[in-house]
C-alpha cells in the first residue's frame, strides 16, 4: 500500500462522491421543484450515484460483471453522447425551429431520439480516434 499517496487516490474521496448525490439530489429537488415526487429525485440520485461509481471502476481500470474497463469506457461515451449531446442539442436546436415553424409533438418527440442515436454515433466515432482517452486525462502534464 502506498504510503505518500495523493489525495484524489484515495478511496474516501470517491465514497464521497457515491453517496453525495444519494443526498443532494433529493434535497436540491425538493427545495427548488416541491412538486416533484420523492420516487423521481430518489431514481435520478441512485442514477448518478451508479454513474460515478462506473467512473470510479474506469478510473481504476478494474472489471465490471466481466466488462472490461475499455468496453465500460466506451459504453459511457456512447450514453454520454445520447443523454448530453443529443439532448441538449435537441432543447436548443430543434425546440426552438419546432415552435418557429409549428411542427407537430410527435414529430419533435420522434427527432429526440433520432438526434440522440445520431449523437451517440458522432460521440462514438469522434472517441473511437481517440482510443476511448477521455479529453482531460490523469497521465503526463498539462
Known amino acids: ?28 429537488t ?23 461509481l462506473l467512473a470510479y471502476f474506469v478510473y481504476t481500470e478494474k472489471t465490471v460483471f466481466k466488462i472490461q474497463p ?16 443529443g439532448s441538449l442539442s435537441w432543447a436548443f436546436i430543434v425546440l426552438p425551429l419546432a415552435s418557429y415553424l409549428d411542427i407537430p ?6 427527432l429526440l431520439f433520432v ?3 445520431f449523437c451517440a454515433f458522432v460521440v462514438d466515432i469522434i472517441m473511437k480516434r481517440r482510443d476511448y482517452r477521455p479529453f482531460m486525462e490523469r497521465r503526463g502534464n498539462i
Open 70 to 85: 475499455k468496453t465500460l469506457q466506451r459504453i459511457i461515451f456512447i450514453a454520454f453522447g445520447a443523454f448530453t449531446v
Open 115 to 117: 438526434l440522440m442515436v
Open 30 to 52: 425538493l427545495f427548488f421543484f416541491p412538486e416533484t415526487p420523492l420516487s423521481t429525485s430518489l431514481v435520478y440520485a441512485v442514477a448518478s450515484s451508479v454513474g460515478v
Open 1 to 28: 500500500m502506498k504510503k505518500n499517496r495523493k489525495w484524489w487516490e484515495k478511496k474516501l474521496w470517491w465514497m464521497l462522491c457515491i453517496i453525495l448525490p444519494l443526498m443532494l439530489v433529493p434535497a436540491i
Open 105 to 110: 409533438g410527435t414529430i419533435v418527440i420522434l
